[in-house]
């Protein structure tokens, strides 16, 4: 065994200052040394196992610690993990103090995920060992020693792996860390479905993961406890039975605690004996426990099953397993969604004025005007890419339940609860995607974004702070994760969604788009289909423009841009004033703004146009004088013109579609969004 992973190594070398000139203090001093080194052999710890690259997704990742002696404390142990790749520069990412934790009987401690099985004693979250080529270090210490950025020492090292799944040596790393070879974990086939292990020689080979268990075959073998749901999620009221079983009857009655308590679901939320008993000479038990429904709709919850202490010789295969329980008291908002949309029910918030000053502008006088207004950095804020998960489940709330998110893409809700929080692209759980991806925006993170500090903390924005793209509100919406992956940095277009979509999300996504190529110096939307690898243009601007046409912004919309508003103070101006598009793009280009101002002789708030939807008999109340109506299609053309007096029903040959109706008396006017069926 190499003396290097003694726990003694850090003494080896230290000069202590002062000699013994007495030989019966010098036979002293040597009785204690090697008293000091027979204790240091006697506790020695060694890295016996690592898993790092474990199905794609990294999420059966472990590192395993081996001590010679059952049941060893690792008070005063820290292990630290070493970044080998070139923008690393070979210094630690993560570390993780071990007071309190222990070897088991067979004197091993697993250090992972609840993915793993048998499940660690130290849990970490999955998926966060990087793959190589990287090291590792147990040192005597605190987590505290390593910050983020410490370069690899062999101060206080006790023993270290440098290792890559299939990745040029790392020389640097390894001669920091003291060692001689690097492992592959791919070596001899998929380091996916192999492990690191240590023979009893201190050498290493790869081979099929044995978490938990020596790696010779050697030791107590024991006996593994696992349970079963009869469902795999409840709803309030409902009964939940779980069945625990061993791999092998059990000798003497077996008796353990679980707890259900996960967050916001406790006691009051449950009731039930959590003592599980599984008899003398059996293999299997079950409890029931009661689902209270309280009348509060206070969100769907996770109930999490743990298993306490288990006595030496058992082990737990399954454990922290989170059930789905669902509130059934979630709400009904009065609009629709965008697969049956409703229009004119939820109303703007923008202030009076909002968009005064874009009155009578063109062109590139009144894009860089809209700027002005969206990217104000005197009153536009941003917040963290971990923020725009609440952001989000606030602005894509389904309609048809509070508790669910309305996916783009696929057109249909999911629940809040059921976000991709740990990156990927999960079956069955949402996450954020970016309308204008990260990669063609230029957009980046930085540590703090993974702080979730909510909507009271944020930073200034401006036109220039390219960067906040990331968590622009306006530009991210919830999706299904396969099917976020499944579009990438695809132009819209190259992009046109799952198969069978009914395209309801087309309009939302242009105007997404076509907010961020305003909001942003340094990003436009271009004709045709740039190289996916060009930063700064996404395709394809006819195609947007015609969705935006096709699928014109609806209530659900409108209430997103209203909740936005809330986090970020500024909106969309092409929600609230689709007709900006086609000044900026479309038949409008050259033709000045003119801003419904709702005042003097016509009224906003008291002109009502209805029924709307219609179907060929338009009343008009609300106008205290003549008035001119005007009726345009979403690309501009006119259609309508007709003097109105007050109180006046028109008959209406349009086609069925969306149209905007305008109302012009002396030099004000309003405008309203008219649907004909």
Do not use: C
Request: aromatic residues 8%; negative net charge.
């Amino acid at each position: 065994m190499n003396a290097g992973h003694l726990i003694g190594r850090p003494y080896r070398n230290r000069t202590f200052g002062f000699q013994f000139k007495s030989p019966l203090m010098r036979k002293l001093f040597t009785l204690l040394v090697l008293l000091s080194s027979s204790f240091f052999l006697h506790a020695q710890i060694v890295i016996n196992e690592l898993d790092t690259d474990t199905d794609g997704q990294d999420f059966e990742e472990f590192v395993e610690l081996k001590s010679d002696t059952p049941n060893a404390a690792l008070d005063g142990y820290v292990l630290v993990f070493f970044n080998g790749s070139e923008s690393g520069g070979d210094s630690s990412y993560m570390a993780f103090d071990l007071d309190g934790a222990s070897t088991d009987i067979n004197g091993i401690l697993t250090i992972g995920s609840s993915n793993v099985s048998p499940v660690p004693e130290f849990l970490i979250e999955p998926a966060i060992i990087q793959n190589g080529a990287d090291g590792i270090g147990l040192y005597l210490g605190d987590a505290s020693d390593f910050p983020e950025g410490t370069l690899a020492t062999t101060i206080n090292l006790i023993d270290a792996l440098v290792y890559d799944t299939n990745d040029a040596d790392d020389t640097e790393l390894m001669a920091l860390l003291g060692v001689s070879e690097q492992i592959n974990e791919g070596q001899g086939g998929d380091q996916t479905v192999n492990s690191i292990q240590r023979n009893n020689d201190g050498t290493y080979f790869v081979g099929l993961p044995t978490p938990g268990a020596l790696n010779d075959g050697s030791g107590v073998d024991l006996n593994g406890v696992s349970f079963t749901t009869d469902q795999p999620d409840y709803q309030e009221g409902e009964e939940m039975v779980i069945t625990f079983t061993t791999q092998q009857p059990v000798t003497g009655d077996l008796i353990f605690d679980i707890t259900l308590s996960n967050e916001t679901f406790d006691t009051d939320d449950f009731s039930g004996d959590l003592q599980v008993v599984i008899l003398d000479g059996t293999s299997e038990t079950a409890i029931t426990i009661q689902l209270l429904e309280d009348g509060i709709n206070d969100g769907d919850e996770f109930a999490e099953i743990d298993i306490q202490t288990l006595p030496a010789e058992y082990n737990r295969l399954v454990d922290n397993v989170e059930v789905l329980v669902l509130d059934i008291d979630g709400t009904t908002a009065i609009w629709g969604s965008p697969l049956n949309p409703t229009f004119g029910l939820v109303e703007s918030t923008a202030p009076a004025g909002y968009y005064n000053s874009l009155d009578g502008l063109a062109d590139e006088a009144l894009r860089q005007a809209i700027q002005d207004i969206i990217a104000d950095e005197e009153t536009v804020v941003a917040h963290t890419y971990a923020d725009v998960e609440l952001m989000l489940k606030q602005a894509d709330q389904s309609p048809s339940n509070s508790n669910d998110v309305w996916l783009l893409y696929t057109e249909q809700p999911r629940k809040k609860i059921l976000f991709q929080d740990l990156g990927g692209s999960n079956e069955g759980l949402w996450n954020r995607e970016h309308t204008y991806p990260r990669s063609r925006g230029g957009f980046f993170e930085i540590e703090e974004d993974q702080i979730q500090d909510g909507i009271n903390i944020f930073v200034e924005s401006s036109a220039d702070s390219l960067r906040h793209g990331i968590s622009d509100g306006h530009g991210l919406r919830a999706t299904d994760g396969p099917e976020n992956s499944s579009r990438g940095n695809q132009d819209y277009g190259e992009y046109d969604g799952p198969v069978g979509n009914q395209g309801s999300w087309k309009g939302d996504a242009a105007r997404a788009v076509l907010f961020m190529a305003v909001r942003y110096n340094g990003l436009d939307v271009v004709e045709g289909n740039p190289p996916n690898t060009t930063v700064g243009e996404l395709g394809d601007l006819s195609i947007l423009l015609d969705w935006h046409e096709m699928d014109p912004a609806d209530d659900f919309e409108m209430n997103r841009n209203n909740v936005i508003y809330t986090w970020q103070n500024n909106r969309n101006p092409f929600i609230d004033r689709p007709i900006l598009v086609e000044h900026l793009w479309g038949d409008l280009q050259g033709v000045p703004y003119q801003e419904p101002l709702g005042v003097a002789s016509v009224d906003e708030e008291e002109v009502v146009l209805y029924p709307n939807p219609n179907k060929g008999i338009l009343n008009i109340r609300g106008i205290q004088n003549e008035a001119t109506l005007t009726v345009f299609t979403l690309s501009g053309q006119e259609v309508l013109k007709q003097e109105i007096l007050e109180n006046q029903s028109i008959q209406l040959s349009l086609s069925s579609g969306v149209y905007v109706a305008v109302l012009v008396s002396d030099t004000h006017s309003i405008v309203k969004r008219l649907i004909m069926e």
